[in-house]
């Protein structure tokens, strides 16, 4: 399973920053229900010790997300000065997401 990561487009707009930052933490949520499902119960340490690498990556991304969320909100940081955190929290995304599919695939396969 290869996942080819796209290059995410940078937001025109901080309400469009804010909109994807929203989005990705809610294909977060989406990606750790799944991997929380029995179907990807870790049977090797190894995949243990993957799984809990995911689960702290997915909330640190969460938490760095919502503090990026609340400072554009509340316009601490401009826009144009963050581009790149912003465009940095999108391909950080798209690794991440690349890593639970593994994850789960190398899970399933243990079944």
Known sequence: MKTE???PTIPKSKTGAILRLERINSDIS?????LNSYTCEPKTPGLFERKQDI???IESMRTTNRE???ALREHKKTLD???EGIT???REFQELERNILEYIGMAKMHC
């Open 81 to 83: 000065l963050h581009i």
């Open 68 to 70: 990026l969320i609340n």
């Open 30 to 34: 989406s990606l750790n229900a799944h």
């Open 88 to 90: 940095d929290k999108f």
């Open 5 to 7: 990561l796209v290059s």
């Open 55 to 57: 689960k702290t990556r």
